[in-house]
């Protein structure tokens, strides 16, 4: 999408995807194409010497490991990213996680952050973890999940999903990819932040969703409008604003799953 926004992705963008019915890992690997490349060779002179290209491949693997796998694999392969698949996955929320884990990985690089990426297509179940669990909580040797909120444009499957918002009058609909950090990159990720509470995160996710909707629509029944659109200086709302102001927009995003229930 314009602007280069991670969170805002074209339904258009999503990369079509073939999976066997089977839990596993989808390695994304950009490599550029040269003679004496390991992978996807040109011979000398070809023109399309120097390009980047993307392999994308499927590995089988144990739902109960598949997330540390991930982990693990996405850094001494040296990979791009890698996503974690459920076999009950619908592929074109796969397809949505395989898009934004590239993203994702770009934004951070260009921020000079840690842009080894692994995402999920379903919420992951880690041991002992919570998404967004706090800092002391992210013990060494521990995995936590990360929910991102992203905008898809003319979303192909109805008008909502499993934790997904409902379609804006744009054809705009909100979805949650789920990313998988280590302790010590969840630490680095919140930058000194401490984040929300306990599970708030989680508990009050459906209203976040609804709250991003809003915002974009710019609806003035947003409940404490002005301070909403203060807090996030006119931009869409992200679980990185979220972090920043905790309090508020979690109040908000309450407020807003009480009215829908």
Do not use: N
């Not at 395989?98 to 379903?122: E, N």
């Amino acid at each position: 999408m314009a602007g280069g926004d991670p969170h805002a992705v074209a339904a258009a963008d999503l990369p079509r995807l073939r999976l066997p019915y089977v839990d596993g890992l989808i390695t994304i690997d950009r490599v550029r194409r040269t003679p004496g490349s390991p992978v996807c060779p040109v011979p000398p002179g070809d023109p399309s010497a120097g390009h980047q290209v993307t392999r994308v491949e499927f590995v089988a693997a144990d739902p109960g490991q598949a997330a540390r796998t991930a982990v693990a694999l996405v850094e001494t392969a040296d990979l791009t990213a890698v996503a974690v698949h459920a076999r009950y996955a619908p592929v074109v929320s796969t397809a949505l996680a395989v898009c934004f884990a590239g993203r994702l990985h770009d934004a951070r690089t260009a921020r000079g952050l840690a842009s080894r990426v692994v995402v999920a297509d379903h919420r992951p179940e880690l041991a002992g973890a919570a998404a967004g669990a706090a800092v002391g909580a992210a013990a060494s040797g521990s995995l936590v999940r990360l929910p991102h909120i992203v905008a898809v444009h003319h979303w192909p499957e109805g008008e909502r999903g499993p934790q997904g918002g409902p379609k804006g009058s744009a054809g705009v609909t909100d979805r949650v990819v789920w990313e998988i950090m280590s302790a010590a990159q969840y630490r680095a990720w919140l930058g000194g932040l401490l984040g929300p509470a306990g599970d708030a995160l989680e508990r009050h996710l459906g209203g976040l969703l609804a709250l991003a909707g809003l915002v974009r629509a710019r609806w003035a029944q947003v409940p404490r409008h002005d301070e909403v659109l203060q807090a996030l200086r006119g931009g869409p709302l992200t679980i990185g604003a979220v972090y920043r102001h905790p309090g508020l927009l979690l109040a908000v995003a309450a407020a807003l799953g009480d009215r829908e229930a």
